[in-house]
T-cell receptor, first 111, second 114 residues
C-alpha cells in the first residue's frame, strides 16, 4: 500500500450537495493527520487537523478510522467557493517530523 | 499568523545556472522544508531541516542542496539547473511543539529552466 493514497477525482457536484473524500494511509502508528486545501496555482492551506476520532468545523467534518486506516473529509452544503484540490497529509512512518502528501482530490462545485 | 516568505514568485533560468531559492519564516519554527509540486505527482519532499546547520534528505534530493545558517532562513540551491527541475517549489515551516502542529507554506516559486 502507498504511504498515502487519494482518489484524484474530479468530483463534480451541484451547489448544496454533500460530498465526501477518503484517504488511505499505510502507517498504522500515525497519530495526527491533516487536510489541506489548495486553490489553482496557490500554496496549500490548512483546512483541518485530525488527531482523535474526528473533528468538525462548520460545514466540514473530518473522521478517522484507525482500524481501516483511512481518514475522510465530508463537506455539507457545498459552495462554489469550495472548488479546489483537497490534500490528505500524514506523518511518515519513522519520522513524525516529516509529513507526506497525497496527490489530492479535485472538487468542482457547479451552480 | 505565521508568515513564510519566498523571495521570488516566478523565476526563469538557463540550463547549467546555479539557482538560489530563499525562504524566511517569522515564527521561530524549528523545522523547515522544501517541496516541489508537479502535476500528477503531488508534493514531494526535497530536503528538510530541523535546526540551524542541520539538514536531512527528503525523497528527491538529487540535484539540490540546502543551507540553513539562521533559524528563520532556509535556502534551496540548484547547483546546475536542468530542464527537469522546472517546477513549483514550496517552502514550509513547522513548529516542533508536537505531532499536531501543521505545516505553514510560502506562496511558492514557479521556476522555469530553459
Amino acid at each position: 500500500r502507498k504511504e498515502v493514497e487519494q482518489d484524484p477525482g474530479p468530483f463534480n457536484v451541484p451547489e448544496g450537495a454533500t460530498v465526501a473524500f477518503n484517504c488511505t494511509y499505510s502507517n498504522s502508528a500515525s497519530q495526527s493527520f491533516f487536510w489541506y486545501r489548495q486553490d489553482c496555482r496557490k500554496e496549500p492551506k490548512l483546512l483541518m487537523s485530525v488527531y482523535s476520532s474526528g473533528n468538525e468545523d462548520g460545514r466540514f467534518t473530518a473522521q478517522l478510522n484507525r482500524a481501516s486506516q483511512y481518514i475522510s473529509l465530508l463537506i455539507r452544503d457545498s459552495k462554489l467557493s469550495d472548488s479546489a484540490t483537497y490534500l490528505c497529509v500524514v506523518p511518515r512512518s519513522y519520522n513524525t517530523d516529516k509529513l507526506i502528501f497525497g496527490t489530492g482530490t479535485r472538487l468542482q462545485v457547479f451552480p | 499568523d505565521v508568515k513564510v516568505t519566498q523571495s521570488s514568485r516566478y523565476l526563469v533560468k538557463r540550463t547549467g545556472e546555479k539557482v538560489f531559492l530563499e525562504c524566511v519564516q517569522d515564527m521561530d519554527h524549528e523545522n523547515m522544508f522544501w517541496y516541489r509540486q508537479d502535476p500528477g505527482l503531488g508534493l514531494r519532499l526535497i530536503y528538510f531541516s530541523y535546526d540551524v546547520k542541520m539538514k536531512e534528505k527528503g525523497d528527491i534530493p538529487e540535484g539540490y542542496s540546502v543551507s540553513r545558517e539562521k533559524k528563520e532562513r532556509f535556502s534551496l540551491i540548484l547547483e546546475s539547473a536542468s530542464t527537469n527541475q522546472t517546477s513549483m517549489y514550496l517552502c514550509a515551516s513547522r513548529s516542533r511543539t508536537g505531532p499536531n502542529s501543521p505545516l505553514h507554506f510560502g506562496n511558492g516559486t514557479r521556476l522555469t529552466v530553459t
